[in-house]
């Protein structure tokens, strides 16, 4: 039944595969990317924008690569883009201290954001007609999501511990580390994708109109979840160096192991996701990312003595499971009554407004 079609498996892994990478990328310098740009000469705000940036770069960049023909219904060339900007942005950012030249960090990082534009592409993979049929589409982007939890959490984890590795050469020390380890791991994926990946080779061509309601209000959720994941992720190393004197590794360990705690969670939603509507889901995921805010806003009130530590680490993991929940549901929803080419619109504009979330959200969360 076309209903339930459902991606091959060894190249649903890649693609699966490719949003962990990108997550584990852009979060893996969280760490350390205060103590870098600032060993360089930057300043606090200089590192959200270092770790935001990517997002700007394939914000720009997106609705551009989307209307070129090999990126509207192939998705090789998208990973063959995504593996070599990722590699090289990686080398730079890693070069920057051995050059002593800190806008090299940033330069880095916006040739990452070329590669980051690949969120988009496969997001589009997981909801594509030609490969999902529509019962499925829940499952795959359930799938797509866990991924994506995964490589947030690993990323913080991943770079505290590389922070803990006694190297200390202008080559590899605990700043370049990160990018030199993201390099070497995104070489191995590309040669995968090259033996394992098996493109699309047919194509759909419905067309039905998006109600233009739903996808603001889905752009709109998809840009206030990103937000706020991104601004906890990065002031979560500031906040409880100063109120905890936890250092990176630390900080990342923090990050990494209550993200983790709340995978498992997650996890439930592929098996789940034909018993429970997309939008039960959505209003549950933002009602507990809600609820974390609103508990981290009421024991600051304007005396920080009020927090300690287990009610932080509890109010991290509350945000980062409800947020990364409703994250899988803005597109599923929407692509389920959409053909191609408004399917399409609406995923650039939920794609769109995730890119300004993150960057909106990195900066703010240093500031």
């Not at 991606?7 to 870098?36: D, E, G, H, R, W």
């Not at 619109?345 to 794609?351: G, S, T």
Request: charged share 10%; glycine share 8%; hydrophobic share 50%.
């Amino acid at each position: 039944m076309d209903e339930l079609r459902f991606p091959p498996l060894m190249s649903l892994c890649i693609i699966l595969s490719a949003n962990f990478l990108f997550n584990l990328s852009f979060f893996i310098i969280v760490p350390t990317a205060t103590s870098y740009t600032k060993h360089l000469g930057g300043e606090s705000l200089f590192s959200g924008l270092t770790v935001g940036v990517v997002t700007l770069v394939s914000f720009i960049l997106v609705i551009p690569l989307s209307k070129l023909p090999k990126f509207k219904r192939k998705y090789s060339p998208t990973l063959d883009l995504s593996s070599a900007c990722l590699i090289l942005g990686h080398i730079i950012y890693a070069l920057a201290d051995r050059t002593g030249v800190l806008y090299l960090v940033l330069v880095g990082r916006m040739i990452n954001g070329i590669g980051l534009t690949g969120c988009f592409f496969l997001k589009r993979y997981c909801t594509d007609p030609c490969i999902v049929g529509v019962r499925r589409r829940t499952t795959c982007t359930s799938l797509l999501i866990l991924a994506q939890t995964l490589g947030m959490v690993a990323g913080p984890i991943v770079g505290g511990f590389l922070a803990r590795i006694p190297m200390k050469t202008a080559l590899f020390n605990k700043n370049t580390l990160p990018g030199w380890f993201m390099a070497v791991v995104w070489s191995i994926y590309w040669l995968l994708t090259k033996v394992l990946f098996k493109d699309v080779t047919d194509t759909a061509d419905q067309c039905v109109v998006s109600p233009l309601f739903v996808s603001c209000l889905m752009s709109y959720t998809a840009f206030v979840i990103f937000f706020e994941l991104g601004s906890w992720e990065t002031s979560i190393p500031i906040y409880s160096w100063k109120k905890f004197g936890l250092d990176a590794f630390e900080a990342g360990n923090f990050i990494g192991l209550i993200g983790l705690g709340t995978v498992f969670l997650v996890a439930t939603m592929p098996a789940l996701a034909h018993k429970i509507q997309d939008r039960l889901w959505l209003a549950a995921g933002c009602f507990l990312g809600l609820a974390g805010i609103v508990a981290n806003y009421i024991l600051l009130g304007g005396n920080s003595g009020h927090m300690n530590f287990p009610s932080y680490a509890a109010q991290w993991f509350v945000v980062c499971l409800g947020f990364n929940t409703a994250s899988s549901i803005t597109l599923s929803l929407l692509s389920k009554n959409l053909g191609n080419k408004s399917s399409d619109r609406a995923a650039i504009a939920v794609q769109l407004s995730n890119y300004s979330g993150r960057l909106l959200g990195a900066i703010w969360g240093t500031a």
